[in-house]
């Protein structure tokens, strides 16, 4: 069975300082890795996936995301933080036209 | 692109009553969406798999008599919560698959706003 673990329940960081978000996964073949950003009360916007091919992924609003075969990590990235970043973060496997498991989230706070 | 939205994004209604929710992809065709089921502080907990022409596939533990699903067209499918409870009172998010995508882009899905729901 496929699942996802965020090991971080919140995270807490300076505006400006950088960001890594942990997300780690088990599936039992080729993952499909995707993160996903939630504003409260808000669905959820896709940040970047992977598929295949280059490891290191650039999404949407300066994130990025490297996949480690070998740690079975898709852990999350950025490099200077911003206060409209503060939000819910899910990772999500799936692949196949399989259905989507998710992690339970990560919240981000940006302190000042 | 690919957008999907859901109406109402919030609804009230007393114990007892029926709740229709809407979920619609504007810009793509979509012939599987899905339906979440958000508690607070926790994560997605998909409710059902939507297919186009065909009878839903609901998840273990989820009562299909209470939440019905129809998805009559490539664009729309909707979720009713019959004879609503205080306890269904969540955010239900609706996500869809742009069929035409090709490849492993099919397996992205685009997610609606959410609706929030409260039964009194």
């Known amino acids: 069975a496929q699942s996802v673990t965020q090991p971080d329940i919140h995270i807490t960081v300076s505006e400006g300082a950088s960001l890594e978000l942990r997300c780690n996964y088990s599936?039992?073949?080729?993952?499909?890795l995707f993160w996903y950003v939630q504003s409260p009360g808000q669905g959820l916007q896709l940040l970047l996936k992977?598929?295949?091919?280059?490891?290191l992924v650039q999404g949407i609003k300066g994130f990025e995301a490297e996949f480690k075969r070998s740690q079975s990590s898709f852990n999350l990235r950025k490099p200077s933080v911003h206060w409209s970043d503060a939000a819910e973060y899910f990772c999500?496997?799936?692949?196949?036209?399989?259905?989507?498991?998710f992690g339970k989230g990560t919240m981000l706070l940006v302190s000042p | 692109g690919a957008v999907v939205s859901q109406h109402p994004s919030r609804v009230i209604c007393k114990s007892g009553t029926s709740v229709k929710i809407e979920c619609r992809s504007l810009?793509?065709?979509?012939?599987?969406m899905f339906w979440y089921r958000q508690f607070p502080k926790k994560s997605l907990m998909l409710m059902a798999t939507?297919?186009?022409?065909?009878?839903?596939?609901?998840e273990q533990g989820v009562e299909k008599d209470k939440f019905l699903i129809n998805h009559a067209s490539l664009t729309l499918s909707t979720l009713t919560v019959t004879s609503a409870h205080p306890e269904d009172s969540s955010f239900y998010i609706c996500?869809?698959?742009?069929?035409?995508?090709?490849?492993?882009?099919?397996?992205?899905?685009?997610f609606g706003p959410g609706t929030r729901l409260t039964v009194l």
């Open positions: 996500s869809a698959r742009d069929s035409l995508a090709g490849g492993p882009a099919t397996d992205t899905q685009y």
């Open positions: 599936y039992g073949a080729t993952p499909y």
């Open positions: 992977y598929f295949s091919g280059d490891t």
């Open positions: 999500a496997v799936g692949g196949g036209y399989s259905t989507l498991t």
């Open positions: 810009d793509f065709q979509a012939t599987t």
């Open positions: 939507s297919n186009e022409g065909s009878k839903a596939t609901y």
